[in-house]
């Protein structure tokens, strides 16, 4: 979790330390080394934020509908044993990414809701 909030804060440096510091504490498999392979290329993605290639450029992170619907791919290839383990912890990651953002953006429109009615 602490991960997802400083790429989506853009703050790469911190993210990047709390990545190897994952990458320390897991045990090392295949479907760690996708998951761990995922955050490394969604800190690449934030970075560049221009490839026309690249998932992130290409979603509305405020979108909360949009994130739901990429969640539920993202699980369904997670579970799909017609994936490699490598495979299906990458898609974990991505799953959780997305589920964080939608926990963020639940969270800012219930912030904005409180201070409509306080304001």
């Given at each position: 979790?602490?991960?997802?909030?400083?790429?989506?804060?853009?703050?790469?440096?911190?993210?990047?330390?709390?990545?190897?510091?994952?990458?320390?504490?897991?045990k090392?498999?295949?479907?760690?080394?996708g998951?761990?392979?995922?955050?490394?290329?969604?800190?690449?993605?934030?970075k560049?934020?221009?490839?026309?290639?690249?998932?992130?450029?290409?979603?509305?992170?405020?979108?909360?509908?949009?994130?739901?619907?990429?969640?539920?791919?993202?699980?369904?290839?997670?579970?799909?044993?017609?994936?490699?383990?490598?495979?299906?912890?990458?898609?974990?990651?991505w799953?959780?990414?997305?589920?964080?953002l939608?926990?963020?953006?639940?969270?800012?429109?219930?912030?904005?809701?409180?201070q409509?009615?306080?304001?």
């Open positions: 979790t602490r991960f997802f909030q400083l790429l989506t804060n853009r703050q790469f440096a911190e993210a990047e330390r709390e990545l190897e510091r994952l990458s320390n504490d897991v090392k498999n295949e479907f760690n080394s998951f761990l392979r995922a955050l490394n290329g969604m800190i690449l993605a934030h560049s934020n221009d490839d026309q290639y690249v998932f992130l450029p290409t979603v509305n992170l405020k979108d909360e509908r949009e994130l739901i619907k990429h969640q539920r791919e993202f699980s369904k290839h997670q579970k799909s044993k017609l994936h490699s383990d490598f495979d299906r912890g990458f898609f974990k990651a799953a959780e990414y997305m589920r964080i939608i926990k963020l953006e639940e969270g800012a429109k219930t912030k904005e809701i409180v409509t009615k306080l304001g």
